[in-house]
Nanobody, 116 residues
Framework: QVQLVESGGGLVHPGGSLRLSCVAS????????MAWYRQAPGKEREFVAR???????NYADSVKGRFTMSRDVAKNTMFLQMNSLEPEDTAVYYC??????????WGQGTQVTVSS
């Protein structure tokens, strides 16, 4: 049973930084997608960043230039470096991994709160 475990969330002041991590507890072969999503209170889950095999890394316009996604596909690990955080970034952040021929895996979410 594969589980994705996120960590690194917390409370930070505006302008601060956080680094989220997501690690798969088991082995996932042929990973084709790694992605980050977030869900703010009262809003739908939204795309933040993704790496897609053969397509590279893409970001939502709202985080472009501030967030950087990195990954180690061999270790089924991914990171999200978040700089210049704004109150609007407050949300629960979820990681997602998808492998060929399998339904996607989701993490349980980690809370990020940006507040003065």
């Amino acid at each position: 049973q594969v589980q994705l475990v996120e960590s690194g969330g917390g409370l930070v002041h505006p302008g601060g930084s956080l680094r989220l991590s997501c690690v798969a507890s088991g082995s996932i072969s042929n990973v084709l997608l790694m992605a980050w999503y977030r869900q703010a209170p009262g809003k739908e889950r939204e795309f933040v960043a993704r790496w897609l095999y053969g397509d590279g890394t893409n970001y939502a316009d709202s985080v472009k230039g501030r967030f950087t996604m990195s990954r180690d596909v061999a270790k089924n690990t991914m990171f999200l470096q978040m700089n210049s955080l704004e109150p609007e970034d407050t949300a629960v952040y979820y990681c997602k991994m998808a492998a060929k021929g399998r339904p996607p895996y989701w993490g349980q979410g980690t809370q990020v709160t940006v507040s003065s």
